[in-house]
């Protein structure tokens, strides 16, 4: 399973922009989908997930209500629309896949076996 994220750049403060990632995946309709981030000496974080089916989405704290992940099964593609952008979110971000049951430890970069290269988001203030 090969994972391709793109769609990063930069962007002010209050700004909007769009991940896209395309999963090279005869069965990626099986796989649960999710997003993390790394800023720089950080630790890599949870950001969203959503279910095989894209009946569930999760999200962490910082930004619920600000991010929002979907799926296009047809085009083999996960999105991540991010909102009202803050230089806090500022890091590389991955997609990452998973198959079958999304365990409740859904938020841990170990529950996911398949990770794409990265693309970086920068926000000025």
């Known amino acids: 399973v090969q994972l391709q994220a793109s769609g990063g750049g930069l962007v002010q403060a209050g700004g909007s922009l769009r991940l896209s990632c395309l999963v090279s995946?005869?069965?990626?309709?099986?796989?649960?989908l999710g997003w993390f981030r790394q800023a720089p000496g950080k630790e890599r974080e949870f950001v969203a997930a959503?279910?095989?089916?894209?009946?569930?989405?999760l999200y962490s704290d910082s930004v619920k209500g600000r991010f929002a992940i979907s799926r296009d099964n047809a085009r083999n593609t996960v999105y991540l629309q991010m909102n009202s952008l803050k230089p806090e979110d500022t890091a590389v971000y991955y997609c990452?896949?998973?198959?079958?049951?999304?365990?409740?430890?859904?938020?841990?970069?170990?529950?996911?076996?398949?990770w794409g290269q990265g693309t970086q988001v920068t926000v000025s203030s």
């Open positions: 990452a896949a998973n198959r079958g049951y999304l365990p409740s430890t859904y938020s841990r970069p170990g529950t996911y076996n398949f």
């Open positions: 959503i279910t095989w089916n894209g009946g569930n989405e």
């Open positions: 995946e005869r069965t990626y309709s099986n796989y649960n």
